[in-house]
C-alpha cells in the first residue's frame, strides 16, 4: 500500500458497513478518501475518528444523492478542483428493496437500477476520465459486487437485487476489456463477499427486524473489515497484476 499514500481514493456509501470499513483502512494507509453517501454526519464522525487515531491519511466526507447523475458529475467535478482527481474509484454503494419479479414495484426496481448498475457506471466513466486527463496509468476500478452475482439465491425478495449484482459482474469484466483496448495499465477489480454482518440486511427488511436479524443469526457471516482487507489485498498487487474476482465467504459455509 506504500505507492498508494497521498494519492486519492473515492468510496461511495462510504457511511456505514463496508463503505466505513474500507474508508477508514484507506485512510489509515495514507490515502486521501473522499467518501460520499447521501447522509454525511456519520462520515463527518468516522473523519474525526480517524484524526484522533492518528492515522497519516484523511477523509473528505461529500454528500452525494447516487441515483442523480447530476450530483455525481458535480462530486466530481469538486474532486477536481480540489483535490486534482480520483486515483482509486472503490464503487461501494448498494441497496436491496423487497421487489419480487412477479409482484414487485417498477419504483423499487428503478432504485437498485440506479444506484447498483447506472450510479456504478457513472462513477467509473468519470475515475476514468479522471486518471485519463491526468496521466495517471495505474490507477484502480474496485466495485464491490455479491456473491449474488454469480448465483441467484432461492428468495423471491432477493431476484431483482441478483440481477443488478450480476450487471456488476458483467460490467467489470467489460471495463476490463475496455482498459485492456485502450492500452492502459488501470485495473478493474470485482469483489463479490458472501453475507456481510452490516446495516444492510435491516434496510432490505426495514418493516420486519426480526427477519433481519435472522439473516445473520442462520449462519456464519463475514465482516465488514474482512471486505475492507480484500480491498487493500487487491491494492497491494504488483501493478502488472490484474486481479479480476475476488469470491469471499465464510470457510464454514458450504453454499
Given at each position: ?51 484522533s487515531a492518528g492515522y497519516s491519511g484523511t477523509l473528505i466526507p461529500y454528500k452525494c444523492d447516487l441515483s442523480n447523475e447530476e450530483e455525481i458529475l458535480s462530486m466530481f467535478s469538486a474532486i477536481k478542483t480540489l483535490h486534482k482527481g480520483v486515483d482509486v474509484c472503490i464503487n461501494n454503494a448498494g441497496l436491496a428493496h423487497n ?157
Open positions: 500500500m506504500e505507492r498508494w499514500k497521498g494519492r486519492v481514493a473515492l468510496v461511495t456509501g462510504a457511511s456505514v458497513g463496508i463503505g466505513a470499513a474500507v474508508t477508514r483502512a484507506l485512510v489509515q494507509h495514507g490515502m486521501r478518501v473522499v467518501g460520499c453517501a447521501r447522509n454525511v454526519d456519520k462520515i463527518e464522525k468516522l473523519a474525526a475518528e480517524c484524526q421487489e419480487p419479479l412477479l409482484s414487485g414495484k417498477t419504483e423499487g426496481w428503478r432504485n437498485m437500477i440506479d444506484v447498483n448498475v447506472l450510479a456504478l457506471s457513472i462513477c467509473t466513466r468519470e475515475a476514468y476520465k479522471s486518471m485519463k486527463e491526468r496521466n495517471v496509468d495505474d490507477g484502480h476500478i474496485i466495485n464491490i459486487n455479491s456473491m449474488g452475482g454469480h448465483r441467484v439465491v432461492a428468495s423471491a425478495d432477493e431476484h431483482f437485487y441478483c440481477a443488478t449484482k450480476y450487471a456488476v459482474t458483467a460490467l467489470t469484466e467489460g471495463i476490463r476489456q475496455e482498459l485492456r483496448e485502450a492500452n492502459t495499465h488501470i485495473r478493474a477489480t470485482c469483489i463479490s463477499p458472501g453475507i456481510v454482518e452490516t446495516e444492510f440486511a435491516f434496510r432490505h427488511h426495514n418493516s420486519d427486524p426480526e427477519k433481519a436479524a435472522a439473516v445473520y443469526e442462520s449462519m456464519k457471516c463475514l465482516k465488514a473489515e474482512d471486505v475492507a482487507s480484500a480491498v487493500t489485498f487487491v491494492l497491494s498487487a504488483p501493478p502488472h497484476v490484474q486481479i479480476g474476482d475476488v469470491q469471499m465467504r465464510p470457510v464454514e459455509q458450504v453454499s
